[in-house]
């Protein structure tokens, strides 16, 4: 999922350094030996096929039940405790200004269903994470939310397939993903990635485990607000892509995009910056001029339906109303788990998707 303009490095690259804090003034110079080999990537790179003799996640029989001890104390919030917060100048993972103060609120359910996330970008992974642990916290009370378990193969792993369209072979691995999260124990899955489903709608085998399709949980939510017009702010793949249009377009609502102009910008600042864990202010004026534009083409909502686009953009800052598909979508998966709403079926392709 790039910017098929451009080599992007991948998001989860890092500079190897010999230390974090520099190397002392003291240390030996330790010359490196000739030998040494080079960091090349072995040219019999294995496949992502699970190995055969790899031990089942079994739920241990003893797990004890989601009852609370009745001794529990409130935790009652304290003035002085640390915020455990990004930093001003990082956009908030959340929403904690509606956090409520941390007592129990309500018995949780006698079962709630583990939750797989299948992560296919770092930021947006982290915020749907967080943002589905929140939702328990807002729901059930301090530290309490349902079973969650996260598996990530590196996003740079499908780049070249990406590039070439073979959305195919990115399914492939996705279904790597979802079997491992299977195998660890999760009952239905989400993939906080828009333009993930692209490949996750393609034909071919079911996956492991039911999931909730991001642009279905979006598409229901601009249906209940009773939108008319939504802009769709995403990846070039997801702006120009089918997902928005028939998930949208099922429910009467007409799916705007950008002009290829601002496309360009929004997609280079997605795969440039967001991705990157990079947040800017002249980023956020381009975007904000952007949704200013819709709303002149007459949107009366904009869906941020690439993950990393809510930690640019609040609702605070946009000048239409936004639909936020990385926390609809972690609002959503807690009421699956919870049997607040009813549980997913979808097992990737076409089939049970509104048309």
């Known amino acids: 999922m790039r910017d098929p303009e451009r080599q992007a490095r991948p998001p989860d690259a890092i500079d190897h350094d010999t230390s974090e804090h520099g190397r002392p003034a003291t240390l030996p110079a330790h010359d490196q030996p000739a030998a040494l080999p080079a960091y090349d990537e072995p040219a019999a790179l294995p496949a992502y096929d699970e190995p055969a003799a790899l031990p089942a996640y079994d739920e241990p029989a003893a797990l004890p039940a989601y009852d609370e001890p009745a001794?529990?104390?409130?935790?009652?919030?304290?003035?002085?405790r640390p915020t455990h917060g990004q930093s001003a100048a990082r956009p908030t993972h959340g929403q904690s200004a509606?956090?409520?103060?941390h007592a129990r609120a309500v018995t949780p359910p006698a079962h709630?269903?583990?939750?797989?996330i299948l992560a296919h970008s770092t930021e947006g992974a982290a915020l749907s994470f967080l943002s589905f642990c929140q939702e328990g916290f807002r729901r059930l009370?301090?530290?309490?939310?349902?079973d969650v378990t996260l598996d990530y193969i590196p996003f740079g792993r499908s780049m070249a397939a990406w590039d070439a369209g073979d959305h195919d072979t990115v399914r492939k691995t996705l279904a790597v993903s979802v079997d491992r999260l299977s195998r660890a124990g999760a009952e239905f899955f989400i993939c906080p990635d828009n333009?993930?489903?692209?490949?996750?709608?393609r034909p071919g085998p079911a996956l492991a485990l039911p999931g909730l399709h991001i642009a279905e949980v979006v598409a229901?939510?601009?249906?209940?607000d009773g939108r008319t017009r939504v802009g769709v702010l995403g990846t070039s793949y997801t702006m120009e892509g089918p997902v928005y249009p028939r998930a949208l377009g099922a429910r009467g609502i007409a799916a705007e995009i950008p002009d290829p102009g601002e496309r360009e910008v929004v997609n280079r600042i997605i795969f440039d910056e967001l991705v990157n864990g990079v947040f800017t202010e002249d980023s956020r004026a381009a975007y904000i001029k952007i949704i200013e534009r819709l709303a002149a083409r007459?949107?009366?909502?904009?869906?941020l339906v690439c993950t990393e686009i809510p930690l640019l953009i609040a609702p605070e800052h946009s000048p239409l109303p936004t639909l936020d598909s990385t926390?609809?979508?972690?609002?959503?998966?807690y009421e699956a788990a919870a049997g607040l709403r009813p549980f997913p079926s979808w097992r990737g392709g076409a089939e049970g998707l509104a048309s």
């Open 298 to 303: 007459g949107c009366d909502a904009v869906a």
């Open 220 to 224: 229901e939510q601009a249906a209940r």
């Open 141 to 146: 009370g301090e530290h309490d939310h349902p």
């Open 112 to 116: 709630m269903h583990h939750l797989g």
């Open 98 to 101: 509606a956090l409520p103060t």
């Open 195 to 201: 333009t993930a489903h692209l490949a996750l709608e």
């Open 71 to 80: 001794a529990l104390p409130t935790h009652d919030q304290s003035a002085a």
């Open 327 to 333: 926390r609809l979508l972690s609002a959503a998966a």
